[in-house]
């Protein structure tokens, strides 16, 4: 039987990644009532990237020491506040980042455009030896986070080099905290992390990881009572199910 390529295990670079917006990705109406698409309107302000070092049971650590990171804040202009949602103004005002942005203070790189953003991204990921992706082989950069398809639709506006530097699929955690609430596992009971939600990426990005350590350690809790039952010559409801179609 021929493997088909949707079952074909990767050898992948993972990048775990957030991004700080002037407002959402999706089709926006502005207040003089033009439909804009947001993730080309609205302004890209932070990013920020996590390379994992995972153990052998698939939980990531955190140890900064291990883990390589990059914070890169994008520098504002009186012109892009001008595009900016009224809650990204206020939350990011809030939370300090505004002033960051004209100042640069706390960020590793600070770009003066979105094309000074690309080259110190891609400048990162090569020297961490985060590989291109390529489709045929199955290796390099995959991206992960939270509600991910935000970060990626950012990217793909505003930074093409960096998304075209990933393979276009991704692992999106927040699919499994919807699954884990919705009918569909409920009865597994996989149990999340409580979050700051402080909205600044790295810090983002770590509550992300913990979230996914959460669901890893509980699936392997699972498989490890999965094992002991085999051993013992239990057999679920669901095997004889299985077993009988």
Not at 79 to 106: I, V, Y
Not at 197 to 211: F, K
Request: proline fraction near 2%; include cysteine.
């Amino acid at each position: 039987m021929s493997t088909s390529n949707t079952t074909q295990k990767y050898n992948e670079d993972q990048l775990w990644t957030d991004v700080e917006t002037g407002g959402l990705a999706d089709m926006t109406t502005l207040p003089t009532g033009e439909r804009v698409y947001g993730a080309l309107h609205h302004p890209l302000l932070e990013v920020g990237i996590l390379l994992p070092r995972q153990f052998d049971n698939g939980i990531i650590s955190l140890n900064n020491s291990v883990c390589p990171s990059f914070n890169l804040g994008i520098k504002v202009t009186e012109e892009m506040l001008t595009r900016f949602d009224p809650w990204a103004l206020k939350q990011h005002t809030k939370s300090g980042l505004l002033e960051r942005l004209k100042t640069g203070e706390g960020f590793d790189y600070f770009a003066e455009d979105n094309l000074d953003a690309e080259t110190a991204i891609l400048d990162f990921l090569h020297s961490n030896n985060v590989k291109e992706f390529n489709r045929e082989e199955g290796t390099g950069a995959i991206a992960l986070g939270n509600n991910i398809s935000f970060d990626m639709q950012f990217f793909d506006a505003q930074l093409p080099r960096v998304r075209a530097y990933m393979h276009y699929r991704k692992a999106d955690v927040s699919s499994i905290n919807v699954m884990a609430r919705t009918r569909l596992w409920k009865h597994v009971q996989l149990n999340g992390v409580d979050k700051a939600l402080n909205h600044t990426a790295l810090e983002d990005i770590r509550e992300s990881v913990l979230e996914m350590n959460a669901y890893t350690s509980q699936i392997n809790n699972l498989l490890w009572y999965k094992q002991q039952a085999n051993e013992l010559g239990i057999v679920s409801d669901m095997d004889k199910c299985l077993s009988d179609a």
